[in-house]
């Protein structure tokens, strides 16, 4: 694979960060995942919005603008000759030495993208539907912001591994929050989507924003707001949203089935709706 690190194209095995970056020893950057479908970004405006979100709630700066951004993205893609998988893009706070106070705003930042294969529309867990467990949230306080922190949303993964499952719900106050790296939504007996309010509890999802909206567009009713894992056990449906999984139907919950423990209709129909959306966009 060739990779991109601090303004340059580099064979993966030829790529290198230094021993101090902050990414390493604080978790001190932020990252974006933007799915690849038929060689093209899918949302890329709305991964650059958030990164540029991500940066400033956390005092980082970076120098390239959008077009470059876009352009690493495009010729990471072209380069791996990417047809369909994920560019993924971190920023740390840069090389300094060992200290809790962000070194001087001078720094330059550490600038890593590289693609990944993954076969996004034909994949086995869209067909069969995630077996999902409850966990508590035990994260921190500012989900909001998308750090490259992810020891505990691993560790819940791993634990839903160890019980059979494929992921985790995680409940903060009685309520889930989201999944351990995706976004949860549930249909009622009304058919009415529903997903958590945004909040600095739980990552704001560009899939969630689009699936919302191309919901709305077909006269469905979409309510944000908390749940608990009850109602979300005796709900009509239950899905998961994120830029890698599209949608992905989740049939238990708890060991609990969802509606008949099939994939549901309604998040099937989003699913497909998402991807004739992503391949019909001609501009990214
Ligand atoms: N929630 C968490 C904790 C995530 O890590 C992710 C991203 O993978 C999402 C939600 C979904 O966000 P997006 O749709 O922007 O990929």
């Known amino acids: 694979r060739t990779v991109y690190v601090n303004g340059q194209y580099v064979p993966e095995s030829e790529a290198s960060i230094s021993v101090f970056d902050r990414g390493f020893l604080f978790a001190d950057g932020i990252y974006e995942v933007t799915a690849v479908l038929n060689g093209r970004l899918m949302d890329f405006e709305g991964h650059v919005a958030r990164l540029h979100r991500s940066l400033n709630e956390l005092n980082m700066h970076l120098t390239l603008n959008d077009n470059a951004l876009r352009d690493i993205h495009r010729q990471l ?95 903060e106050s009685g309520l889930v929050t989201e999944a351990s790296s995706s976004n949860a939504w549930i249909v009622d007996h009304d058919n009415t989507l529903i997903t958590r309010e945004l909040s600095r509890s739980l990552l704001h999802g560009i899939t969630r924003r689009a699936v919302m909206q191309l919901a709305r567009q077909h006269d469905m009713k979409v309510e944000e707001r908390g749940f608990t894992i009850k109602e979300a056990q005796n709900a009509r449906e239950a899905f998961v949203t994120s830029a890698t999984s599209l949608v992905y139907p989740v049939i238990s919950i708890d060991q609990r089935s969802v509606g008949d423990g099939t994939p549901g209709d309604i998040a099937k129909a989003l699913r497909r709706l998402y991807i004739e959306a992503g391949l019909s966009v001609s501009s990214s």
Do not use: C, H
């Open 77 to 171: 893609i072209e380069k791996n000759d990417l047809q369909e998988g994920l560019v993924y893009l971190q920023v740390t706070r840069g090389v300094a030495d060992r200290d809790f106070a962000y070194p001087d705003a001078s720094t330059p930042v550490t600038l890593v993208a590289f693609t990944q294969q993954k076969a996004i529309i034909d994949s086995p867990l869209a067909e069969r539907g995630l077996r999902v467990i409850s966990l508590p949230d035990m994260r921190w306080g500012r989900r909001d912001i998308k750090t490259v922190q992810l020891l505990y949303p691993s560790m819940a993964k791993m634990e839903a591994k160890k019980r059979g499952a494929d992921d985790a719900w995680l409940v």
